[in-house]
């Protein structure tokens, strides 16, 4: 398959094609656009001519008969309608880092598809030869060796430290929590609130970590456990509201329950920043389209699946024994849904 057999099958331009396929960025083409070619990428395991593109360069010529794998991504998540936005940009990335390193994704599942002694949903002949795991859901040891009996090789990839031996590669959420409560409190907030899950929830650790650490209160009532989605952002800022919580900052799990929080409060005619600074965990693209843009703390997409990747596929040749543990940096997208306190 070329990427002309690509762009007739999506009704699209080779360029388009050529866009979504290459592009690091999200604007290539429209959200459906993308994951319609990438649908079609997956059914017919498409695979770049890497000697051309190298040529093109003018670089020398790779070994051809090195060879290929394929791939699967398992979502932690229970549904379509719970998954993160940042995990899909995570897949994303995977998928296209996959095409450059001649492997193949094939297909994603939910961690719930699969039955214990584990089947893989929609089982293949040939199963895949290791698979990338993301996900803000807990994961037991027990899971952890169903799934390994189905893949030899995994790799985890998210915000959440797993306690179990498997290779991870991580953007610490408990330490990016106390990133930003401690930035709200250099904006001179003494009264932040959270919103997102809790159970078992390394955001909702750090944050009430950082209160410790500033020797602030920590009230439950100025938090709300909710579903890390814009309806439950909005749902538990209204909750927040009509206890009438004394806060002058919230802190959000994730950028889409932020997103849910700012909408909220400009129903209440609350103004963002000057009433309410609201902060997010995950900078996915969304987040710099709202009014006024939010500011996050930045999870790196890109640099999270070639790590992961690489570790996966190193994990797949024998290239090491022991358990790995990545984590990655975040740092501070600064924006405008945060000031400094002027009261």
Known sequence: MTLKDIAKEAGVSISTVSRVINNKGSN?????????????????????????????????????????????????????????????????????????????????FFLEEFSFPPTPPKTQKNNADGAVLFGKRCLTQRQLELLEATYRHLVYIGINPLDLKCDQVICNGYHASVTAVKYLYRLKHKKIGYLGEQKENSCFQGYKQALKELNLPFHITNTVNVKQTIEGGYHGTRLLMERGVDITAILCADDLTAIGAMQCYREYKQKIPKDI????????????????MLTTIHVPIEELANIALKVLLDRIQGGHKLELKVELPHYIAKRNSCARLSR
Do not use: F, M
Not at 53 to 81: E, F, M
Not at 277 to 292: C, E, F, K, N
């Open 277 to 292: 600074s609201v902060i997010g965990i995950g900078d996915i693209p969304h987040a710099q389209r709202t009014a006024p």
């Open 28 to 108: 290539a083409a429209s959200k459906h656009t993308q994951d319609k070619i990438w649908s079609i990428v997956r059914k017919n395991g498409y695979i770049p001519n890497a000697a051309a593109r190298i040529l093109k360069n003018g670089s020398p010529v790779p070994d051809q008969s090195a060879p290929s794998y394929s791939i699967d991504c398992i979502y932690g998540d229970h549904s379509r309608t719970d998954v993160s936005p940042l995990y899909q940009e995570l897949e994303r990335a995977i998928e296209q880092i996959a095409l450059r390193q001649k492997c193949t994704v094939r297909r994603s």
